[in-house]
C-alpha cells in the first residue's frame, strides 16, 4: 500500500520554464518534508510543513516554494529552474515534529533540466 | 553545525556474509538520535534503525545492528547474513530533538551472490 506518493516520477522540464512536483499521502501526517538529492550526494532539507505551518531552510534558494492545501497534499514549485536544480525530490512525512516520529519518505521525483 | 560522515563511499561482500558501515558524526550537545536510512535502487527510503544517544544500550532490529560509541562519536551499522536484497545505497543521518535529518553521503552497498 502506497503511503507517500509522488508524481511524476521523472520530469523534464527546461532551463527557466516553472515546473511544479505533487506529493501525497495516506498516513494521515503533521509533518511533511521536501528534500533535495543531488547525484552522489546527501539529501538536503528543503523546507517543512508542520499542518500549515511553513518552515524554510535558510539556505533554500528563493526559487524553491512550497503549497500545503490540504493535509495529503505538497507541492513544490521551482519557479525558474536552473541546471544546477536538476536532482532527485523527496517528499517525507511523519507523524509529529519529534525525532521518535520516523520519517516516510515517497519514491521521488526525478527532474532534469535541459 | 552538526555533521555526519561515512567514509566508505561503496563496499561490497557476498551474500550470507556480515557487514559494517561506518558512520561519524560531530556535535556537541549530549541528547539526540541518529539513525540508517536504506534507499534501494529505484525505490524510496526506509528506516533500518534508530539510536537514542541517552540509551547505552545499542539498538537492534533482527539481522540489523548498531554499535554506539558517544565518546568517540561513533555509530555504525552491522548487517548480518546479508542478503541480496540488502543491496542498497545506506545513509547514516543525526538529528537532535526536532525532526530536521542531517544526513551523511551515503554508503554504497552491494550485496553479491
Known amino acids: 500500500d502506497a503511503m507517500v506518493i509522488q508524481n511524476p516520477r521523472y520530469q523534464v522540464t527546461q532551463f527557466g520554464k516553472p515546473v511544479t512536483l505533487s506529493c501525497s499521502q495516506t498516513?494521515?501526517?503533521?509533518?511533511m518534508y521536501w528534500y533535495q538529492q543531488k547525484s552522489s550526494q546527501a539529501p538536503k532539507l528543503l523546507f517543512h510543513y508542520y499542518d500549515k505551518d511553513f518552515n524554510n531552510e535558510a539556505d533554500t534558494p528563493d526559487n524553491f516554494q512550497s503549497r500545503r492545501p490540504n493535509t495529503s497534499f505538497c507541492f513544490l514549485d521551482i519557479r525558474s529552474p536552473g541546471l544546477g536544480d536538476a536532482a532527485m525530490y523527496l517528499c517525507?512525512?511523519?507523524?509529529?515534529?519529534?525525532?521518535?516520529?520516523?520519517?516516510?519518505f515517497g519514491p521521488g521525483t526525478r527532474l532534469t533540466v535541459l | 553545525a552538526q555533521t555526519v560522515t561515512q567514509s566508505q563511499p561503496e563496499m561490497s561482500v557476498q551474500e550470507a556474509e556480515t557487514v559494517t558501515l561506518s558512520c561519524t558524526y560531530d556535535?556537541?550537545?549530549?541528547?539526540?538520535?541518529l539513525f540508517w536510512y536504506k534507499q534501494p535502487p529505484s525505490r524510496q527510503m526506509i528506516l533500518v534503525i534508530r539510536q537514542e544517544a541517552y540509551k547505552q544500550q545499542n539498538a537492534t532490529e533482527n539481522r540489523f545492528s548498531v554499535n554506539f560509541q558517544k565518546a568517540a562519536k561513533s555509530f555504525s551499522l552491522k548487517i548480518s547474513d546479508s542478503q541480496l536484497g540488502d543491496t542498497a545505497m545506506y545513509f547514516c543521518?543525526?538529528?537532535?530533538?526536532?525532526?530536521?535529518?542531517?544526513f551523511g553521503q551515503g554508503t554504497r552497498l552491494t550485496i553479491n551472490p
Open positions: 556535535t556537541s550537545e549530549s541528547n539526540y538520535y
Open positions: 543521518a543525526f538529528s537532535q530533538g526536532a525532526q530536521k535529518l542531517v
Open positions: 517525507a512525512t511523519s507523524a509529529d515534529w519529534k525525532s521518535t516520529d520516523t520519517q516516510y
Open positions: 498516513l494521515n501526517h503533521n509533518v
